[in-house]
């Protein structure tokens, strides 16, 4: 059979030249050759579930012509015994990175031979992938270089033999080629993966459109820098696309007198995936990066495939319930590196049960009823799709559902189901062959079928030097030679008479064996070289005494290395243990994540507490609450206890509202700064939060529930901000505080000048780009109003920075500023009082004390640290004071973290200030009820009130006290913190890590020898 | 705390402002001229029992007598300190105080010099006496900070200062206290094997200079000229002075303390994030651990979130010697007394706290015989406040250091009183 694969491989080589479209004119003779085949006794999988035994194929002119058992073969079909042998539909993988060259490859590479931590790779990219010099494209595209809609994989594939030598080894014929750079990288393309010319190997153009949430290093551009400036880039760039469609067909119907609309190829491009016409594949890079892909989709109108990222399982409802497609990667992690206690240690529990669920992700998605794609993609370089997809079965996955995700599943969704996906009468002949049931581990697939054209996919004639071999040197006498180790790094031993000596080196390339050994054993001094021309049975070569003499050799093999095959399929089974995991699911899946969210009781009575209630009744002493399905119904001494309630009796112990952060930068995912322009107000934090962060758990563990979250100070005009509540285990979505105040965030001072090598260089500068934003977005409102008004012309474009500002002047959205001098802060009022709006607050206002007034007069709430300065010079007169100066001159003033692990302890900050002269229930005012009002969000949180949320801490004493610490946190009256449950918490961490770290230790173990990979390191510290 | 409470702060608030003296005063403290006696408060002595309606007599800064019915000197001033309490000057082991004014102005920072063994350089020289910073450690109770280099393998010498005086020489109280020594990363086996490397032979190479120097006018030794790293570690080698080892994870801990078993030095562990991982070898080998800081977060994600505070009270139960620095940049030594607090918020019992920033860093950075508590003897370097000094709301309302009577005045405190000043004109204004 072997020698029938070698024949057809020739003969395309031989044909290679004539392998050209049916439009080329013939060169020289004309090539009519048949392809005419029937496979015969082969088992046939038709379709899942669809098997025929003993069937036959018969393949004219790359068409499945008939299939069936006991047809008729036609007499002119070249017969191909199949017995013994699977034939599967050929797989199709929908996210496949073939056919381009990848800007970023060079410096990737860089990256991987230097080994660099997981943790340090995005800031060495910065310096080892420089931006392309030359631009990426020319003529009429969009001004964004990342932007690449335009961009058509059809018009540019390239065949790349060993790329898709790859693919074909895992079973696939077709491929949906994505193009390889970009955040909108352009419009894929279905390719064949047989060897052909371009024209017969593209199948289907402009299949989708293909999105990521990562810029691509190597084709330059300043903006954007960060996650969310790129969700922004992708929002603004649907915006424009739907603007440019309506700007042209009112440019074409308006006639003259219109202003021309630009052209755009890359919006032009856009119009049918942003009209729904055309699916837009997302790259989701994990689960929380399918919701804001889902996000985009829901705003925007699109049709979504999801590019999965082996993460989906942790919320696989979300994921169910979005319905839609999913392009799922094998990428399953690693063993980590928990060779040593400490090694271990550095590894965190999030990244040990994603080694244990991860590979359980294809069945779960499966089971779930998700529609799943399987992609070969993401895996890396040293890892076999096919294992991968054994183990995917073997932990979950169906066999029939496997089977349908990698054909009919995907032949659907690009509309090919009418020639791809099965092997029924008609479609294209392309398809798998295995020597059993292609599921199951050491089944090889031997050859591949694409178009009615046979490839060879196993090890292509790998000679096997291992084994014995008797060895007759001329002159010198008989030897016998021992060759073992692995097919990649060969060892040896030499015997002659009784004696054994270890080869000083034996290695082959495949046509040439050379053996190196001391020459001890046969009485000479020095190194005996040998070599030879590789053969299986007999070896002719020349060799090299240590005196220079040459001399003829021989060797005929005794036996073949009798491990081998019983080693390989050892190693095989045991490489990765088939045990199911047995962990629980938990929100998040990671250490203290939650398994349901915690019960919200009808009522709670809090009993016997000193409560503060941050409201008109003050301060209590041996007060209760009632609290009645997360809202607040009554503070007071004695009150009645519901039938039911649960009671909690906090004799001694102090109750406060949920602590109120305004200032927070956790819990962003991608970058806190859209540093790519010093105008940023399209960005917004409500894209990227990111739940699942373990400060989440410890701000509750401080007492600190609602918080918000903030763009960084890097530009004047800085972005859009998220107030957020502590409720861990939540979605991103679920974390906001509805009703919340939208804010904006302004920047002034040092951090905005900071970079010399754009606008503004000075606090002159600082004034005037603001200034001239505002003017800009009063030009916008009114632009749009007269298009109100008239509706003639061509339309305004949605504009996403002006739309932000607007609000401000609307008074939609308020106005954070960070400041420290009181130049800036008494400009920028200044400045807003010119144009209309006020400054809802300063940030950081180090010195609002010396302008105290001017912020009480114009409305400006001041939030302030208690007593950071000097850390640079325009915080040099930070004084401790300041809370004390503010709040005497009635300004509205509250306390800020600015910093996640401040933020878990601001109870403690507060009560530094009782040393300034600040009394206790002012002191709590300023993390809790000021900071609510500053914010917007007073009516709903920060004091304990009738009617509120019940978000509540109860504290071991007095809160303002250093020695005191929480010990209940309540949000939405459901207790998220408890330090007893804390307690018990840190027992099921520490026993689920030993569980996983005893599970890895066998993988990593059994996987010794094969060659089975430990990653070097994970990022499992935070 | 009650409403009483709030008003004494107050009241107290304004007995200190109202003090102060004019504006860029803040001048260095008057030598003692006469005994004093502090009168009638609680005494926490630190090393022995509190003793309530103590009083305190001190004499050319030194403490003289400590007891209930002290007997008070002719001439003495005597200051009633009825309701209030005394308590022991702290100590800060490792800050940047005078050695750093703004850290993102270069020109103000003298910390880590050029190169990697820095064993000869000097923190003393470079203690800025004027610095803005000072005063405000000063009136926040801290007698002593640690000037402490930073960078490179071999930082430099570490300095006690003293938070009052002239200059630097003025201030000096002990130097050096400790060769600073920074403890290679141990992930990168590269940098680590390169930089123990380093480490290794500078002191095979200061051994090696001892030896030749002392070797001097022996026969046939000729002139070893001077060589200005080796002569600094020379007191190291014998022992005299102690090397203070930055190591916070667990490799990088027991690799130090190997190493200094090797070189036979006397090492103090400084850092100590997962000091809690190695308590028995601690114990085993007699290793202080400076823990800085106390308040923060957890190193790794599955750790429990108190993991840092409650490190102090695993030393303390384990019996290891230790005390706690706080915050290194020069602006927050005032927040000293924070990180023991937090350690008693988790369970370190409030009496030893006090002893983790007073007494403990006395005996491990070797001064034990004149500082960290109310003792008979030691220096009068006190702090008269109204609560336990480790209490957020308490408020230090005087400072002696050697029985000299600080100004309680700094920059916060000025600016307070500036723009006070603005305001109050207003009012007069209307």
């Known amino acids: 059979m072997k020698r029938l694969v070698y024949f057809f491989i020739a003969f395309l080589m031989f044909n290679a030249n004539n392998a050209g479209g049916q439009t080329l004119p013939a060169e020289g003779l004309r090539d009519n050759t048949p392809f005419v085949y029937a496979i015969t006794n082969a088992t046939i999988v038709i379709s899942p579930g669809n098997i025929i035994e003993n069937g036959t194929l018969v393949v004219r002119n790359g068409v499945i012509e008939d299939v069936g058992s006991g047809i008729q073969t036609p007499a002119d079909a070249w017969i191909h015994d199949l017995e013994g042998r699977t034939i599967y539909p050929g797989f199709i993988d929908l996210w496949a990175e073939i056919g381009f060259p990848d800007p970023d490859e060079a410096g990737r590479r860089q990256l991987r031979a230097l080994n660099i931590p997981a943790e340090y790779a995005e800031i060495a990219a910065q310096f080892l992938i420089p931006p392309s010099e030359q631009p990426a494209s020319s003529g009429a595209v969009h001004w964004n270089p990342q932007v690449r809609s335009w961009f058509d994989a059809s018009s540019a594939y390239t065949y790349d033999e060993d790329r898709v030598k790859r693919y074909r080894a895992g079973g696939f014929v077709l491929a949906n080629a994505v193009p390889p750079a970009g955040i909108f990288r352009g419009r894929s393309a279905v390719v064949s993966l047989g060897e052909d010319d371009n024209t017969r190997l593209v199948v289907k153009p402009d299949v989708a459109q293909v999105v990521s949430f990562e810029r691509s290093r190597g084709l330059g551009g300043r903006y954007p820098t960060s996650l969310m400036g790129v969700i922004s880039l992708i929002r603004q760039t649907f915006y424009d696309t739907q603007w440019y469609e309506s700007a042209h067909s009112a440019y074409t119907a308006g006639g003259r007198g219109l202003e021309r609309p630009e052209l755009n190829l890359a919006l032009g491009s856009l119009i049918p995936a942003g009209s729904g016409m055309q699916p837009v594949i997302f790259d989701t890079g994990d689960e929380i990066g399918f919701m804001r892909a889902m996000a985009i989709a829901g705003e925007m109108s699109?049709?979504?495939?999801?590019?999965?990222?082996?993460?989906?399982?942790?919320?696989?409802?979300?994921?169910?319930?979005?319905?839609?497609?999913?392009?799922?990667?094998?990428?399953?992690?690693?063993?980590?590196?928990?060779?040593?206690?400490?090694?271990?240690?550095?590894?965190?529990?999030?990244?040990?049960?994603?080694?244990?669920?991860?590979?359980?992700?294809?069945?779960?998605?499966?089971?779930?009823?998700?529609?799943i794609a399987i992609t070969g993609s993401g895996l890396g370089n040293n890892k076999s799709f096919l294992e991968q997809l054994r183990v995917a079965v073997e932990r979950g996955l169906d066999q029939d559902a496997a089977l349908d995700a990698l054909t009919l599943t995907p032949a659907n969704l690009l509309g090919l189901e009418q020639h791809y996906g099965s092997l029924e009468r008609g479609k294209v002949a392309s398809f798998v062959v295995a020597d059993g049931n292609i599921f199951e581990r050491s089944v090889k697939v031997e050859e591949v079928?694409?178009?009615?054209?046979?490839?060879?996919?196993?090890?292509?004639?790998?000679?096997?030097?291992?084994?014995?071999?008797?060895?007759?040197?001329?002159?010198?006498?008989?030897?016998?030679?021992?060759?073992?180790?692995?097919?990649?790094?060969?060892?040896?031993?030499?015997?002659?008479?009784?004696?054994?000596?270890?080869?000083?080196?034996?290695?082959?390339?495949?046509?040439?064996?050379?053996?190196?050994?001391?020459?001890?054993?046969?009485?000479?001094?020095?190194?005996?070289?040998?070599?030879?021309?590789?053969?299986?049975k007999e070896l002719f070569g020349i060799g090299e005494m240590p005196d220079g003499e040459f001399f003829n050799w021989k060797a005929t093999r005794l036996s073949d290395h009798?491990?081998?095959?019983?080693?390989?399929?050892?190693?095989?089974?045991?490489?990765?243990p088939a045990l199911m995991s047995e962990l629980r699911m938990l929100y998040p899946s990671m250490e203290y994540g939650f398994e349901a969210l915690p019960e919200m009781p009808d009522n709670v009575v809090v009993r016997n507490a000193t409560i503060w209630t941050q409201g008109p009744l003050g301060r209590l002493e041996n007060a209760d609450m009632l609290v009645r399905h997360g809202r607040i119904v009554e503070v007071g001494r004695g009150l009645d206890v519901p039938r039911g309630a649960v009671i909690i009796d906090a004799t001694g112990k102090h109750v406060t509202p949920g602590l109120v952060d305004p200032h927070l930068h956790s819990s962003i995912r991608g970058g806190v700064n859209?540093?790519?322009?010093?105008?940023?107000?399209?960005?917004?934090?409500?894209?990227?939060?990111?739940?699942?962060?373990?400060?989440?758990?410890?701000?509750?563990?401080?007492?600190?529930?609602?918080?918000?979250?903030?763009?960084?100070?890097?530009?004047?005009?800085?972005?859009?901000?998220?107030?957020?509540?502590?409720?861990?285990?939540?979605?991103?979505?679920?974390?906001?505080?509805?009703?919340?105040?939208?804010?904006?965030?302004?920047?002034?001072?040092?951090?905005?000048?900071?970079?010399?090598?754009?606008?503004?260089?000075?606090?002159?500068?600082?004034?005037?780009?603001?200034?001239?934003?505002?003017?800009?977005?009063?030009?916008?409102?009114?632009?749009?109003?007269r298009w109100e008004r008239e509706r003639t012309g061509i339309p305004p474009r949605k504009d996403l920075q002006l739309e932000a500002m607007a609000e401000v002047l609307r008074g939609e959205r308020i106005i954070h500023a960070h400041a420290y001098r009181q130049d800036e802060m008494q400009m920028l009022?200044?400045?807003?009082?010119?144009?209309?709006?006020?400054?809802?607050?300063?940030?950081?206002?180090?010195?609002?004390?010396?302008?105290?007034?001017?912020?009480?007069?114009?409305?400006?709430?001041?939030?302030?640290?208690?007593?950071?300065?000097?850390?640079?010079?325009?915080?040099?007169?930070?004084?401790?004071?300041n809370a004390r100066i503010l709040l005497g001159q009635e300004v509205l003033t509250a306390l800020h973290s600015d910093n996640t692990q401040l933020s878990t302890r601001m109870n403690w900050e507060a009560g530094k200030m009782l040393a300034t002269g600040i009394d206790?229930?002012?002191?709590?005012?300023?993390i809790t009820i000021n900071p609510a009002k500053m914010i917007g969000v007073d009516e709903m949180v920060g004091s304990l009130e009738p009617g509120k949320h019940a978000d509540f801490v109860i504290w071991s004493g007095h809160p303002l006290s250093g020695f005191?610490?929480?010990?209940?946190?309540?949000?939405?009256?459901?207790?998220?913190?408890?330090?007893?449950?804390?307690?018990?918490?840190?027992?099921?961490?520490?026993?689920?890590?030993?569980?996983?770290?005893?599970?890895?230790?066998?993988?990593a173990s059994d996987s010794q020898g094969s060659g089975g990979q430990t990653a070097g390191r994970t990022a499992g510290t935070n | 705390m009650d409403t009483k409470r709030v008003i004494s702060v107050t009241i107290i608030f304004i007995a200190i402002f109202s003090g102060m003296p004019g504006l860029n005063a803040q001048m260095p403290a008057i030598h003692q001229a006469a005994p004093v006696a502090l009168k009638g408060g609680t005494v926490v002595t630190v090393s022995g029992e509190t003793i309530r309606g103590g009083t305190v007599v001190f004499e050319n800064g030194v403490i003289t007598t400590v007891g209930v019915n002290a007997e008070i000197p002719a001439g003495a001033e005597i200051v009633d300190i009825t309701g209030k309490y005394v308590f022991p000057a702290m100590i800060h082991a490792r800050s940047s105080l005078g050695l750093s004014e703004i850290s993102r102005v270069a020109e103000t920072v003298d910390l880590s010099e050029h190169g990697s063994i820095n064993p000869n350089v000097r923190a003393q020289v470079a203690y800025h006496a004027e610095s803005d910073h000072i005063p405000v450690a000063r009136t926040h109770g801290i007698a002593i900070a640690v000037a402490t280099p930073t960078g490179g393998i071999v930082s430099g010498l570490s300095a006690a200062m003293l938070t009052d005086g002239w200059n630097w020489e003025e201030m000096v109280y002990r130097a050096p206290v400790a060769m600073i020594i920074n403890w290679p990363n141990m992930a990168n086996a590269r940098v680590r094997d390169n930089t123990l490397e380093e480490l290794s032979e500078a002191f095979?190479?200061?051994?090696?200079?001892?030896?030749?120097?002392?070797?001097?006018?022996?026969?046939?030794?000729?002139?070893?000229?001077?060589?200005?790293?080796?002569?600094?570690?020379?007191?190291?080698?014998?022992?005299?002075?102690?090397?203070?080892?930055?190591?916070?994870?667990?490799?990088?801990?027991?690799?130090a303390i190997n190493w200094a078993e090797k070189e036979n030095v006397r090492m103090v562990l400084v850092g100590g994030r997962d000091a809690g991982y190695v308590l028995p070898q601690l114990k085993e080998k007699n290793i202080p651990v400076i823990v800085t800081p106390v308040i923060g977060g957890p190193s790794r994600q599955w750790e429990e979130y108190d993991r840092s505070y409650t490190l102090p009270r695993m030393l303390y139960d384990a019996g290891i010697k230790y005390c706690i620095a706080g915050d290194f940049a020069p602006a927050y030594a005032m927040r000293l007394a924070h990180h023991p607090s937090s350690a008693v918020a988790f369970g370190l019992p409030l009496e030893e706290a006090v002893k983790t920033v007073t007494l403990y860093p006395a005996k491990i950075l070797g001064f034990e015989d004149s500082m960290g508590s109310v003792e008979v003897g030691k220096d009068a370097s006190l702090i008269i406040t109204d609560g336990n000094i480790l209490e957020l709301s308490t408020v230090i309302e005087q400072v002696y250091i050697k029985g000299r009577k600080v100004e309680m005045d700094d920059r916060h405190r000025r600016q307070y009183e500036r723009y006070m000043e603005r305001y109050n004109r207003m009012v007069d204004q209307e």
């Open chain 1, 302 to 371: 699109f049709d979504l495939w999801a590019r999965g990222s082996g993460y989906e399982y942790r919320r696989l409802e979300v994921i169910r319930d979005a319905g839609v497609p999913v392009i799922l990667p094998l990428n399953f992690p690693d063993t980590p590196d928990i060779e040593s206690p400490e090694s271990a240690m550095n590894v965190s529990l999030e990244d040990l049960r994603h080694w244990d669920l991860a590979p359980e992700n294809p069945g779960m998605l499966s089971n779930a009823g998700v529609r």
């Open chain 1, 449 to 536: 079928w694409i178009d009615g054209k046979p490839y060879e996919v196993a090890a292509t004639g790998k000679t096997d030097l291992r084994g014995r071999w008797q060895a007759e040197l001329d002159g010198i006498g008989q030897i016998e030679i021992e060759i073992s180790g692995t097919e990649t790094r060969l060892r040896g031993k030499l015997k002659k008479d009784d004696k054994s000596a270890d080869l000083h080196r034996v290695r082959t390339d495949n046509q040439r064996v050379t053996i190196g050994f001391r020459g001890d054993s046969i009485g000479v001094d020095g190194i005996v070289r040998l070599s030879a021309a590789v053969a299986e």
């Open chain 1, 562 to 576: 009798e491990e081998s095959r019983n080693e390989e399929s050892r190693n095989e089974e045991s490489r990765r």
């Open chain 1, 674 to 785: 859209e540093v790519g322009n010093n105008m940023t107000p399209e960005t917004r934090i409500i894209d990227v939060i990111e739940p699942d962060n373990i400060w989440v758990y410890r701000l509750l563990a401080g007492g600190m529930t609602t918080a918000n979250l903030l763009h960084g100070s890097a530009n004047p005009v800085g972005g859009q901000d998220a107030v957020v509540k502590m409720r861990w285990g939540a979605l991103p979505g679920e974390l906001l505080l509805e009703g919340a105040k939208p804010g904006l965030k302004l920047a002034l001072g040092e951090n905005v000048v900071r970079n010399t090598n754009q606008y503004p260089n000075t606090r002159m500068g600082a004034e005037q780009i603001i200034r001239d934003a505002f003017q800009a977005a009063k030009d916008y409102v009114a632009k749009q109003e």
């Open chain 1, 829 to 881: 009022m200044r400045l807003a009082d010119d144009m209309g709006f006020r400054i809802a607050t300063f940030e950081h206002t180090v010195e609002g004390y010396k302008i105290a007034d001017i912020l009480r007069d114009h409305g400006a709430g001041a939030i302030i640290w208690t007593d950071w300065s000097s850390f640079k010079v325009e915080a040099a007169d930070g004084i401790l004071y």
């Open chain 1, 920 to 926: 206790e229930i002012t002191a709590m005012d300023l």
């Open chain 1, 964 to 1003: 005191t610490h929480a010990e209940q946190t309540w949000v939405d009256g459901r207790r998220y913190f408890d330090r007893e449950q804390d307690m018990l918490m840190r027992e099921e961490v520490r026993r689920e890590r030993a569980a996983l770290i005893q599970k890895a230790s066998a993988a």
């Open chain 2, 204 to 255: 095979n190479a200061a051994r090696r200079y001892k030896q030749a120097i002392e070797a001097a006018g022996e026969r046939g030794v000729p002139h070893h000229n001077r060589d200005v790293r080796w002569e600094a570690m020379i007191p190291v080698l014998k022992g005299e002075v102690p090397v203070h080892i930055n190591a916070n994870e667990i490799r990088q801990i027991q690799s």
